[in-house]
């Protein structure tokens, strides 16, 4: 075979097998296989010194134009196999964004904010105002404006959390400051509910924390009855347990004040 018929082979033969290549790695070998240092088309070029001195240069010029249509078909195969390459990955990798996400698990109050909540709307539904104050209070507001003087049980230090030396900043025991600084800053009538949280050196057990919640409600107004204080907390409890919910009042005799627990 002449050196012509074996450079148009080289030349058929690699561009049947570009088309059929399916991967850069059958490329690039390939590409050893024909061009390389011990490739076929390397083998046809080390023959050119056989020829004469008029076929030399023809057959020369030939050679590396067939080098360069090889090497630009090799190049373009390469790119053509890098872009599916690339394509497949990002078909593989990609977001549908019409997709629906999913669904994000919402949390569940807590029984005692529920409750909470709920009585605050029992209570603005009968027209009190909710108040909120300090849970780092001052001894005046929650003792000696409220007519609890020094030395009374509630204010040691057995059951207070104190901050000083001189016992004037606590943890408030009691929302009842509310009501001292709810008649500090307006005049009656006055219909206000002081929720809260309150402290005291209480050891945990089944009916004790340290931590607590606390419920208090005034009311100052002109023509204010026991019976007031009786349909509020008939009403509070109808609409927390239901309407066949039966409530007992009971008078509570206790000259020693020993009984404030119950």
Do not use: C
Request: zero cysteines; glycine letters at 8%.
């Amino acid at each position: 075979m002449s050196v012509v018929d074996t450079l148009s082979d080289i030349k058929r033969r690699v561009e049947e097998e570009l088309q059929a290549l399916d991967g850069s790695a059958a490329l690039e070998n390939l590409r050893v296989r024909v061009l390389g240092k011990k490739g076929e088309l390397t083998a046809v070029l080390k023959q050119m010194g056989k020829l004469s001195a008029e076929e030399r240069p023809v057959m020369g010029q030939m050679a590396n134009a067939v080098r360069a249509k090889l090497e630009d078909a090799l190049e373009k195969r390469r790119a053509a196999l890098d872009a599916a390459a690339l394509e497949s990955k990002l078909e593989a990798e990609a977001v549908d964004v019409t997709i629906p996400g999913k669904t994000v698990e919402m949390g569940h109050q807590h029984p005692m904010n529920r409750v909470l909540q709920e009585v605050k709307e029992i209570f603005i539904g009968m027209g009190y105002q909710i108040v909120d104050g300090p849970e780092i209070e001052e001894a005046a507001y929650n003792f000696t404006k409220l007519n609890i003087e020094e030395g009374h049980p509630s204010r040691d230090r057995s059951d207070t959390f104190y901050f000083d030396d001189d016992d004037s900043v606590l943890l408030r025991t009691q929302t009842s400051p509310m009501q001292i600084r709810v008649m500090e800053q307006q005049k009656p009538p006055i219909r206000m509910l002081a929720p809260g949280r309150v402290f005291r050196k209480d050891e945990a057990d089944a009916t004790h924390s340290p931590m607590f919640h606390q419920i208090e409600g005034l009311v100052v107004d002109e023509g204010i009855t026991m019976g007031d204080l009786k349909g509020a907390l008939e009403t509070l409890i109808k609409r927390l347990y239901g309407e066949d919910a039966v409530v007992r009042f009971r008078p509570w005799d206790d000259p020693d004040g020993e009984g404030d627990e119950e």
